[in-house]
């Protein structure tokens, strides 16, 4: 199996559109903690970054925007991308794209703290502390081993054969603990590539909907 990398940056060239795919350069520089699997260099590394239509439409973002936002990039090397114009060093076929605030921006504003008024205050007392704990403990999202392509569940289709049951309780439990631990589900949810449907995993399913989750990870 491929190694991953993690790349994290602004995007350095423009957008190339294939159709159902886009490219686009990144530059990290060289660091002791170089991606896995990427040998060391002390300057930067030319990344291009490979991902499809309906990730970038994910995004919610405008292409003549895109080059002024900061992104975190999860997927896999490649060092032979069958595009034309891929003029970085190493490719990466992206499993997961999400945006991120630029710190550099944050420290240009100082931050203000403004004074909380009575209403403000009694609102705050009466919030219940486990809502407020549970924003302070929300863990970066964990990538399943496995996982080709993240797809809101409205977009999976389930077999009448899988809705006549209801799943274990301790199938149940083992997948609520994931997802209250990482995230998700411990593993990818495994769907037909064309028409989407539902082929194995609907324990994770069931408990991912159960749980209101936005997107689950999936395999073909």
């Not at 002390?42 to 292409?63: C, G, H, P, W």
Request: charged share 30%; aromatic share 8%.
């Amino acid at each position: 199996m491929a190694h991953k990398i993690t790349v994290t940056g602004h995007p350095t060239s423009s957008i190339q559109d294939y159709g159902k795919y886009l490219t686009f350069d990144m530059e990290e520089k060289g660091s002791p903690n170089a991606p896995k699997g990427i040998p060391f260099k002390s300057n930067a590394i030319t990344y291009t970054v490979v991902l499809s239509l309906k990730q970038f439409n994910k995004l919610n973002i405008d292409r003549d925007g895109f080059s002024q936002r900061r992104f975190v990039v999860q997927g896999e090397p490649c060092l032979d991308i069958p595009f034309e114009q891929c003029t970085g060093e190493i490719g990466v076929i992206c499993m997961q794209i999400q945006e991120i605030e630029d710190k550099g921006k944050e420290k240009k504003q100082p931050k203000q703290t403004p004074k909380k008024g009575l209403r403000a205050k009694k609102q705050e007392e009466s919030q219940p502390q486990g809502e407020c704990k549970k924003e302070k403990e929300k863990k970066p999202l964990l990538v399943p081993e496995g996982t080709r392509e993240w797809m809101s569940l409205e977009e999976i289709k389930v077999p009448e054969t899988f809705l006549q049951f209801t799943p274990g309780m301790a199938k149940q439990k083992a997948v609520e603990e994931s997802i209250e631990k990482n995230g998700t589900v411990d593993k990818p949810i495994i769907i037909d590539p064309d028409t989407h449907e539902l082929l194995d995993s609907y324990s994770r399913y069931f408990v991912a909907k159960k749980k209101n989750l936005d997107r689950v990870p999936v395999h073909y």
